[in-house]
């Protein structure tokens, strides 16, 4: 049985602890306080057990000059002992038919587009993982390690980018926290944020390449890998070493026509959508 209604957060939290087996307990602590969400998940039960789970996040999607509806799937697991069965594909059918009604496009971050390309998902953008050679400086650097309230660095970041899912504050100091929770460090200055784990900056939003060079400065670690978008050339001004491709952005444009009431022109398909952006595609 697929239902929308919202499962308890003991059953979800034990969905968790089987199926995430690489996660340590205080990841799937993490996630429960500062990522679960009650009202956008979509469940599978069988005997009254929840067996299969996706959970989702409603947000905007910059396209030119004006902002569409999006839905992203945010995560999604299946219990070890009921996969294979097509529990996946039935949760992601609801999905898409609720958001085809309600917004205009649906993504996904993955490392495994193919299971969403029988789905009208498009390839849009990837990422890339690569080890960064640390520019030396002597000077001392001004990161905190504070946590504070950098949205509006963030935005000024996205705003250089388009056909991206932008977070509302309320999901941005969210995420932070759930980075802290995984017992990740957040390292700010006045001009970036960055998302650090041993020997990685998972995720970085800067206004100029100076933060960088703080956050390399303050790490001091000569082999430290990096994590950004494929359209940031950061190569132009560090050395990358063994980059390759981390993951993929998958969008969906769920009804024509709500992108023409949304935007106020028509559209045939998702690539001539991003064919037609002015700025470059972002992805965490």
Known sequence: ?????????????????VSMIQWEPFQVQAWMMHQYDSHHLYGFWQNEHLISLIQTIPTKIQIQDHMVSA??????CTHPNHRQHGHFKSLLKVVLEQSHYNHVLTYCETDFPQLLENHRFQS???GKVAWIEPKKKGHPTNVSTKFVDSY????QFMQHFEGTPILNHEQYLAYLRYQLARKKKILTTKKGVAIVSDHSMDTIWYIDSSAIDDFLTYLKDPHLRIHTSANEHLEKYYTLHQPRKSRTLMVRLNDPKLYARASHSTLKSIQTLYQELTHPVWTR
């Open 152 to 155: 509006a660095i963030y935005t």
């Open 124 to 126: 849009i953008a990837y």
């Open 71 to 76: 839905l992203g799937i945010q995560w999604a």
């Open 1 to 17: 049985m697929i239902t929308t209604c919202t499962p308890q957060a003991e059953a979800v939290q034990q969905l968790l602890e």
